[in-house]
């Protein structure tokens, strides 16, 4: 009777075995259905491929950044160029400009120096007694007026008698001997030079003494 009551209570606890292992595999079953259907994250089996501490989504907006610094690198650099070439086609023209306008000066002033010099024969051919007349103080006048325009332009004569001769001022058409003068000094001057602007416009023509 006791066997027979041992055999049914081992029949009972395989039967019960039984069903939670069969329970088992079915909630296996189901949680592999659920994980099946779950959507899949790029970015986290991206981090996951990429290994423990790699973080690749850091260093591909690095890569993009080092990329911008590089383009605002060129156009800084290419603007700094344009700048600096810019800088130098203006010093070019402001030169250019300065050069045209002195030598434009310089030939008006050239072609008035013939007049000037007819003006000072004029008043000195005049006779003594007829110094104070109009027309001899109205050539007078003028004469200071062309003289003052020319000072402003940068006009300025050349001394001459009484100076030492300098080849880079004055020209020697003359040699005279006269004891009252030093070695090499200009005795008389045969026609006024001129400076425009520190620069030689004509040289004095002179006679040189001893």
């Known amino acids: 009777m006791e066997e027979k009551r041992e055999l049914e209570t081992e029949e009972k606890i395989e039967q019960a075995e039984t069903e939670a292992a069969d329970q088992e595999e079915i909630r296996e079953e189901a949680e592999t259905e659920e994980a099946a259907e779950e959507p899949v994250n790029p970015e986290a089996e991206e981090e996951q491929a990429s290994g423990p501490g790699e973080k690749k989504g850091f260093f591909r907006k690095k890569e993009k950044k080092d990329k911008k610094d590089e383009q605002i690198a060129e156009l800084t650099d290419k603007v700094k160029r344009q700048l600096a070439e810019f800088e130098n086609f203006r010093n070019r023209t402001e030169k250019e400009k300065s050069q045209m306008y002195t030598i434009g000066a310089r030939d008006v002033v050239e072609k008035i120096l013939p007049v000037v010099d007819n003006f000072e024969r004029g008043l000195k051919s005049i006779p003594e007694e007829e110094k104070e007349s109009p027309v001899a103080s109205g050539m007078e006048m003028i004469y200071k007026q062309l003289m003052t325009v020319l000072t ?4 300025t004569p050349i001394e001459a008698v009484g100076q030492e001769f300098d080849p880079n001022l004055h020209n020697a058409v003359m040699h005279v001997e006269n004891e009252d003068l030093g070695e090499n000094i200009i005795a008389e001057e045969f026609q ?4 425009y ?9 002179v006679s040189v003494a001893n």
Not at 152 to 155: E, R, S
Not at 197 to 205: I, P, T, W
């Open 152 to 155: 402003d332009l940068g006009v």
């Open 192 to 195: 006024k030079g001129y400076k």
């Open 197 to 205: 602007n520190d620069a030689v416009l004509r040289h004095s023509m």
